[in-house]
């Protein structure tokens, strides 16, 4: 029997689309720290950019895991729920030290995207678990 939910080619858009966001927010943050903290962020550089690389390099390993789920949504659909739990963790945060720290306001954009994708999540696995047999 072939696996098969309503939606599916919206849904496997919604995992390469969250792919490429976190591979390219992963790799800029990685690689291009220095310009995005002196002309975008207007911060001053972090003391230990390991601990803010090891950050960047989970966001784009997260973009790995979103590809995978493009690739066999059904196979790794235990990385959407990873994923959710990685995104409400992330915008937390970000709200939290946004509101509470005057961080700058674009990592709140990203809790925002990231709320975004949490949703679409959701809504995909309950229209797995409605639609596919146990």
């Known amino acids: 029997m072939k696996e098969h939910i ?22 800029a943050f990685f690689f291009l720290w220095q ?3 002196d002309n975008v962020l207007k911060l001053p550089h972090p003391n230990y950019l390991g601990f803010y690389q090891a950050a960047a390099a989970f966001v784009f390993n997260m973009g790995i895991g979103f590809y995978f789920v493009y690739r066999n949504m ?12 990685f995104k409400v963790f992330y915008s937390g ?3 939290y030290w946004v509101l509470a720290a005057n961080m700058p306001g674009i990592f709140a954009g990203f809790g925002l995207v990231d709320l975004i ?18």
């Open 6 to 27: 309503s939606n599916e080619n919206f849904f496997r858009n919604l995992f390469l689309v969250a792919a490429l966001y976190d591979f390219i927010l992963g790799l």
């Open 35 to 37: 310009p995005i903290f």
């Open 74 to 85: 059904y196979r790794n659909i235990d990385i959407v729920r990873l994923g959710i739990i």
């Open 93 to 95: 945060i970000a709200f």
């Open 117 to 134: 994708f949490i949703i679409l999540f959701v809504i995909f696995l309950r229209a797995v678990n409605r639609e596919m047999p146990s």
